[in-house]
């Protein structure tokens, strides 16, 4: 699992959205059908990684609602019992800095 964390972050450091939701969904694919909060917060960060693709497109629409489905799993961070809990604090984090940057540069856009 932890090599699979560190190639999203990596492949998001790097802007390559599309490899780090591929990342990701290696870990959480085997688990989509558990009920837990550590499986849904997974699905979040990958919806974060299809979020800015999409942003990275031009969709930017597509994209604003995409980052809504990880806003949704986010909150359930707190909830999380796991050994990568701190990365995946880390990652969250760093998730929504990538967020904050694509709004400031869509904003300098209009204006």
Not at 7 to 18: A, D, I, V
Not at 56 to 75: A, D, E, M, P, V
Not at 91 to 98: G, N
């Amino acid at each position: 699992m932890k090599s699979k964390i560190d190639n999203f972050k990596k492949c998001l450091k790097e802007q390559r959205f599309y490899d780090a939701h591929e990342a990701l969904e290696a870990a959480w694919f085997p688990r989509r059908f558990e009920d837990s909060s550590e499986v849904k917060f997974l699905k979040g960060l990958i919806n974060a990684s299809v979020s800015f693709e999409l942003y990275k497109k031009g969709k930017i629409k597509q994209s604003k609602k995409i980052w809504t489905n990880y806003l949704k799993y986010r909150q359930l961070l707190f909830k999380v019992e796991s050994l990568h809990l701190n990365e995946y604090y880390r990652l969250s984090r760093y998730v929504e800095e990538i967020n904050l940057q694509q709004t400031k540069t869509n904003k300098e856009k209009i204006i």
